[in-house]
């Protein structure tokens, strides 16, 4: 089985040790830590994708990358919910599964459907489990940092979660790569102040 993965696939498998690594920190209450871990565990998964498009993937790729996502983006995403909700456990609950449910169906239609098409661009219907990862990294922040109350920005990524299987579609491009660089910068200033 090791010798049908690719350099892509090792990069997945890292930035699945790096995620795992962060939910582990985020519940010993280090979630400065766990921030800066998980940012770590988002480069990896950008890496996979761009060695998997030079040519360095495997057929098991496509498959494990989705699979790791759930541990890299939406597994924090719930705990950093959960801590933000700080309230009863069945509302934790309730908006942990809310977060991973719709992640799940959308990395379910992507493994289905993929991101390219023969006649188009290539592009993801609905957002990405990235982008709610780094909505609830960013809303962390400014509830440390500014001071907004952590019930609305709990409820700010429950609601952008649905959007996930949303119909509308979010073409690739080399500026979502410069994005997610701008929005992983923000976020690691925030966490190191």
Not at 44 to 72: E, F, M, N, T, W
Not at 73 to 88: K, R
Not at 94 to 110: D, S
């Amino acid at each position: 089985m090791l010798r049908r993965l690719a350099p892509a696939d090792y990069a997945t498998l890292i930035g699945l040790g790096l995620g795992w690594t962060a939910v582990s920190l985020f519940l010993q209450g280090r979630p400065d830590a766990a921030t800066l871990t998980l940012l770590l565990a988002f480069l990896c998964d950008k890496a996979d994708g761009c060695l998997a498009r030079l040519g360095y993937g495997s057929p098991l790729g496509h498959q494990l990358d989705a699979l790791a996502d759930v541990v890299i983006y939406l597994v924090p995403t719930a705990i950093v919910l959960s801590d933000l909700l700080a309230g009863p456990p069945v509302l934790e609950s309730l908006a942990g599964t809310v977060v991973v449910g719709f992640g799940i169906l959308r990395l379910a239609r992507y493994s289905v459907d993929g991101a390219v098409t023969a006649d188009e661009p290539p592009y993801y219907q609905g957002i990405t489990a990235f982008h709610v990862a780094a909505w609830a990294l960013v809303v962390r922040l400014a509830v440390a940092l500014i001071a907004i109350p952590s019930l609305i920005g709990a409820v700010s990524i429950v609601i952008i979660t649905p959007l996930m299987i949303a119909p509308f579609r979010i073409y690739a491009t080399r500026n979502q790569f410069i994005g997610a660089v701008i929005i992983g910068s923000i976020i690691t200033t925030g966490a190191l102040v």
